[in-house]
Nanobody
Framework: QVHLVESGGGLVQAGGSLRLSCAAS????????MGWFRQATGKEREFVAA????????YYLDSVKGRFTISRDNAKITVYLQMNSLKPEDTAIYYC???????????????WGQGTQVTVSS
């Protein structure tokens, strides 16, 4: 059984930074992709960013490009999301996601984390 455990959420003022972490356990990921989705109150869950385990390619939601950076540590099976210049509209529950396929848009997620709250105050 694969488990994804997120950490690093919290409350921050607009313009501030947070770093989310997602540690995977239960299997190794030599292929496939891992990343982040978010869901704001009253809205659908949306893709934010992803990276693949081989090659290190990345893909981002347009509205976070230049502000968010996704990275990975293959040895720790951990993915990070560095979020800078945060805006109130970034407020959401952020979910870690992993897929067996290397689709950088994570259109077929196999595993989900429990979510971590990010709140950006104006």
């Amino acid at each position: 059984q694969v488990h994804l455990v997120e950490s690093g959420g919290g409350l921050v003022q607009a313009g501030g930074s947070l770093r989310l972490s997602c540690a995977a356990s239960g299997r190794t990921f030599s292929s496939g992709a891992m990343g982040w989705f978010r869901q704001a109150t009253g809205k659908e869950r949306e893709f934010v960013a992803a990276t693949n385990w081989s090659g290190g390619r990345t893909y981002y939601l347009d509205s976070v490009k230049g502000r968010f950076t996704i990275s990975r540590d293959n040895a720790k099976i951990t993915v990070y999301l560095q979020m800078n210049s945060l805006k109130p509209e970034d407020t959401a529950i952020y979910y870690c996601a992993a897929a067996n396929q290397g689709d950088l848009r994570l259109r077929n997620v196999n595993y989900w984390g429990q979510g971590t709250q990010v709140t950006v105050s104006s």
